[in-house]
């Protein structure tokens, strides 16, 4: 089993819909919870993080942590084109970083 | 402003040859990081560098060596190019202070090996 699980995908949607992206994860030790974004030919970049249980908003974007369920989500209100990319949950433990295997989201104008 | 900056963008290999990729950070950070990307895998660690000096081996260590070679440098090192190891390779650094969670990555360099 992996330490982190995320649906693949593919995600399309129309433009200006609410996107759920979602994660779990099996290490209990894990406490700093990320999400990058990754455009097609490019390196991940950090989208936002959380440290331990909660919502944190960011514009158009909340990430939210529930490490009772051991998951954690990723919420896009009004999504538009430009927002098409690849979603990468992360989470830190130990100076090590474990990735999700990215969602895959289309926004159609 | 340059960040993660990552040597070659592109590179073919015969199976057997072998290939250094280069790094380098200019935002003073400690830890560095190698990960290699496949379809349907997502990121997996290859290997990283807490600081200068010091390297240990990720999930996926088997075929490659590592060397630190001061603050600013990460080279991932290929002795022996494989057809498995064809991939996208990614060096990162993590940040320091606010910035403590986050890795900066380069753009990456996509491998095939013939």
């Known amino acids: 089993q992996k330490e982190v699980e995320q649906d693949p995908g593919p995600l399309s949607v129309p433009e200006g819909a609410i996107v759920s992206l979602n994660c779990t994860y099996s290490?209990?030790?894990?406490?700093?919870f990320m999400w990058y974004r990754q455009y097609s030919r490019k390196g991940p970049e950090l989208l936002m993080y959380?440290?331990?249980?909660g919502n944190k908003e960011d514009g158009r974007f909340t990430a939210q942590v529930d490490k009772s369920s051991k998951y954690i989500s990723l919420f896009i209100r009004d999504s538009q084109p430009s927002d098409s990319a690849t979603y990468l949950c992360?989470?830190?433990?130990?100076?090590?970083?474990?990735f999700g295997t990215g969602t895959s989201l289309t926004v159609i104008p | 402003n340059a960040g993660v900056t990552q040597t070659p963008k592109f590179q073919v290999l015969k199976t057997g040859q072998s290939m250094t990729l280069q790094c380098a950070q200019d935002?003073?950070?400690?830890?560095m990081y190698w990960y290699r990307q496949d379809p349907g895998m997502g990121l997996r660690l290859i290997y990283y560098s807490a600081s200068e000096g010091t390297t240990d081996k990720g999930e996926v260590p088997n075929g490659y060596n590592v060397s630190r070679l001061n603050k600013r440098e990460f080279s991932l090192r290929l002795e022996s190019a494989a057809p498995s190891q064809t991939s996208v390779y990614f060096c990162?650094?993590?940040?320091?202070?606010?910035?403590?969670?986050?890795?900066?990555f380069g753009s990456g360099t996509q491998l095939s090996v013939l």
């Open positions: 990162a650094s993590r940040g320091t202070g606010e910035d403590g969670e986050k890795l900066f």
């Open positions: 959380t440290y331990s249980s």
């Open positions: 935002m003073n950070h400690n830890s």
């Open positions: 992360a989470m830190e433990a130990g100076n090590q970083f474990y």
């Open positions: 290490n209990s030790a894990f406490q700093y």
